[in-house]
T-cell receptor
C-alpha cells in the first residue's frame, strides 16, 4: 500500500465550479499534512497546511480526519489559473529526533479548469 | 531572501560524463534535501542533510554522490548515470524542528532538468 494515495484525475471542471480532492495516508503516526500545487515543469509550491480543526484560505478549504487517515481539499469558484496538479503531502515522524522532516508526496491530482 | 537557487536549470550528459548539480540557500535553514521527480510522478526523497551532515540516504545508487560544503550549499555529483536517471532534480531546504502542523519554511528550488543520453 502506498504511503499517500490520491486519485490522479484529471478532473475537468468549468470555471466557477466547486471541486474536491481526497487523499488517504497509511502511517497513523504522521505528524503534519499539506497540500502543494505543482504547475507543469515547475517546482512544487505550498498551497496550505492542513490542521486538525480544518482551515480555510480564500477559496480553498482543507480538512483532516486523523481517525480515518483522510485529507481533503475543496476549491470553490474555480479559476482558469487553478489548473495544476495538487499534491497531498504527509510528514512521517521525525527520524531519530534529528529535527528535520521528510515530505512524502501523493501521486497528485490533476485539475483542468476550462472556460 | 526566501529562495533556493539551483544550477544549472537544464543539463544533458552522456553516460560516461561526470557533472554536478548545485543548490544554494541563504535563509539560514539547517536542513537541505535532494528529491528526484520523474515525469508524471511525485517527487521522491533521495538525501537529507541536517547541520551539514548526511542524515538520510534513501538507498540511492552510488552514482549519485551528495556533498554539503557549508550550511548554504548542497551539491549532487553525478557519474556514470543511466538514461533512466533522466528526471527533474529538486533541492529543498527547511528550518529544523519536530513540531506538528508547521511547514518549517520548506522551500523548493526550481530544479535541474537532467537528460542522460
Amino acid at each position: 500500500r502506498k504511503e499517500v494515495e490520491q486519485d490522479p484525475g484529471p478532473f475537468n471542471v468549468p470555471e466557477g465550479a466547486t471541486v474536491a480532492f481526497n487523499c488517504t495516508y497509511s502511517n497513523s503516526a504522521s505528524q503534519s499534512f499539506f497540500w502543494y500545487r505543482q504547475d507543469c515543469r515547475k517546482e512544487p509550491k505550498l498551497l496550505m497546511s492542513v490542521y486538525s480543526s480544518g482551515n480555510e484560505d480564500g477559496r480553498f478549504t482543507a480538512q483532516l480526519n486523523r481517525a480515518s487517515q483522510y485529507i481533503s481539499l475543496l476549491i470553490r469558484d474555480s479559476k482558469l489559473s487553478d489548473s495544476a496538479t495538487y499534491l497531498c503531502v504527509v510528514t512521517p515522524p521525525a527520524v531519530m529526533n534529528t529535527g528535520f522532516q521528510k515530505l512524502v508526496f501523493g501521486t497528485g491530482t490533476r485539475l483542468l479548469v476550462s472556460p | 531572501d526566501t529562495e533556493v537557487t539551483q544550477t544549472p536549470k537544464h543539463l544533458v550528459m552522456g553516460m560516461t560524463n561526470k557533472k554536478s548539480l548545485k543548490c544554494e540557500q541563504h535563509m539560514g535553514h539547517r536542513a537541505m534535501y535532494w528529491y528526484k521527480q520523474k515525469a508524471k510522478k511525485p517527487p521522491e526523497l533521495m538525501f537529507v542533510y541536517s547541520y551539514e551532515k548526511l542524515s538520510i540516504n534513501e538507498s540511492v545508487p552510488s552514482r549519485f554522490s551528495p556533498e554539503c560544503p557549508n550550511s548554504s550549499l548542497l551539491n549532487l555529483h553525478l557519474h556514470a548515470l543511466q538514461p533512466e536517471d533522466s528526471a527533474l532534480y529538486l533541492c529543498a531546504s527547511s528550518q529544523e524542528g519536530i513540531r506538528q502542523d508547521t511547514n518549517y519554511g520548506y522551500t523548493f528550488g526550481s530544479g535541474t532538468r537532467l537528460t542522460v543520453v
